[in-house]
């Protein structure tokens, strides 16, 4: 069953479609669709469910409503074929009012979550019913999803809308949910340099909710879809071109249910998204090339890795990765080299890692040695503070291309560019969120599409945009590449005028910050830091 596809003939037919005045009015009314789902929520909330509960309630009615439209819809009598069984559909659902209609919906997930290897399966793995009250259950599938036409919504309506109600699930800080969320704005930029080709096989080993799998699916939309062919179209649409894994199977539905919505992949087709532990094996012959990530953040992995150089690291679970160049329990550093070798040659990745990768010593100064000899790491983005929903956060994308060993033995790296938009730069998650708009100079100095011979470094020495050598980079201690060369103004000059409450937020998220690597230190030592005091 196909999930429905805003890739319309109009739209094909009009380069004005995307023009100002309609993202304006696509934002309107999923903003207003986000509002109703988002009131609801906060009844339900009242009642005892977190956020992302209500979202994984909501994923499950959405799939079947979703799916009864389309079979109605449908003049193929194979695209309407049966795709959840007779009795356990959104009709029967939906012809229900309290304790029956209650009872019949935990029916329709135990029979849903018995499904292996779809789409389907994926959303309603280990399914529950959570709303137990069978008031607001029969409101919710009665007022809210079944007076809503799903399917006839673009796929940018409905699937900005659920994503959405990602982005509040992610401030829900008890269900700890903002872990798995990247700022969509970090994320469309991160397209916007790599430029994804429909010839690109596009992976996202740490895929959360699945936003950078959709961006990159947005982006040949946006930029490809004119010149594919009819056979070619309905591959991207299936998703052929993409994979995601992640080890929570909660997090997995949502990001199953977050691109079915977009318009990626099918309700009866393969899953797009894994479930499980993307370091426990090394990815032979599932190379990508394309990767994009952003790894959990936090230290340890319950694990003990195996590396080239045959040191154990122990844990809980044990991992023989003779791919892996270092033996850590870093989870950062293992998914970093993970990535290294999940990406094809000629591939290229964008991965947002945490500071301690650039700087911290032992098993990351071995992997930043192999990173730089055996592959192109161009560019690093230093990211702003305040924009992830983990307190402390100071992380960076780091650019970098895989190539062909060399046979003079000599470093693929040549030359890395450093972008600095943390030093001097003020975010909120509420007050002043970072947007794409925000990074638009960033964007425009990689100069992407073109070769990096084009690129100039900031006129000023103490400008955000500099360049580093190869030589440079390897003279510096443990090759810490935690480089910093601007100037704070809020610390430079009394007389700023940033606002109190500016320079109070600065002061927390150095604390934080501080915080976050005292934590590293002590686990480096070897002691374990209490749940209670670690940030991340």
Known sequence: MTAPSDISTETLA?????????????????NVLVAKLWNYCNVLRDNGMSTIDYVEQLSYLLFLKMVDEIAENSWDDEESAEVVPAGYDWKSLASKRGVALEKHYRDILDRLRLNRDTTMGTIFAEAQNRITKPALLEKLVVELIGKE????????????????????????????AGQYFTPR????????????TPDDTIADPACGTGG?????????????????????????????????????????????????????????????????DALADKPSGRHASLVLANPPFGRKSAIAVIGQDGDV????????????????????????????????IDGRAAVVLPDNVLFEGGAGEKIRRRLLAEFDLHTILRLPTG?????????????????????????????TWIYDFRTGQSFTLKKRPLTRAHLDDFVAAYCPGESRTARV?????????????????????KVNLDITWMKDPALEDADSHLAPEVIALEILQDLQAALVEFATIVESLGGEVPEDVDPV
């Open 14 to 30: 009009d380069p004005a479609a995307s023009s100002l005045e309609v993202r304006a009015r696509a934002a309107a009314q999923t």
């Open 149 to 176: 036409e799903w399917t006839v919504k673009g796929t940018d309506l409905k699937g900005d809308a659920y994503e959405g109600l990602l982005s509040k699930g992610a401030s829900d800080t008890k269900t700890g």
């Open 185 to 196: 704005s970090v994320i469309d930029a991160m397209v916007d340099v790599v430029q994804p």
């Open 212 to 276: 950078f799998l959709i961006a990159a699916h947005s982006y040949l939309r946006a930029h490809h879809m004119r010149e594919l062919d009819a056979e070619k179209r309905v591959a991207l649409q299936r998703g052929d071109h993409i994979r995601g894994n992640e080890l929570v199977v909660g997090t997995a539905r949502l990001a199953a249910m977050n691109m079915l919505l977009h318009g990626i992949g099918t309700s009866d087709g393969p899953s797009l998204v894994s479930v499980g």
């Open 313 to 344: 690291e122990k844990e809980d679970i044990q991992y023989d990765r003779d791919d892996f160049t270092a033996t850590t329990t870093n989870k950062q550093l293992n998914f970093l080299q993970h990535i290294m070798s999940l990406t094809a």
């Open 387 to 415: 924009i992830f929903y983990a307190g402390g956060v100071k992380a960076n994308v780091l650019f970098f291309d895989k190539k062909t060993p060399r046979a003079d033995g000599k470093p693929h790296t040549t030359q």
């Open 457 to 477: 470094p900031s006129e000023a020495p103490d400008g955000p945009w500099q360049v580093f050598t190869y030589d440079e980079l390897m003279a510096r201690d």
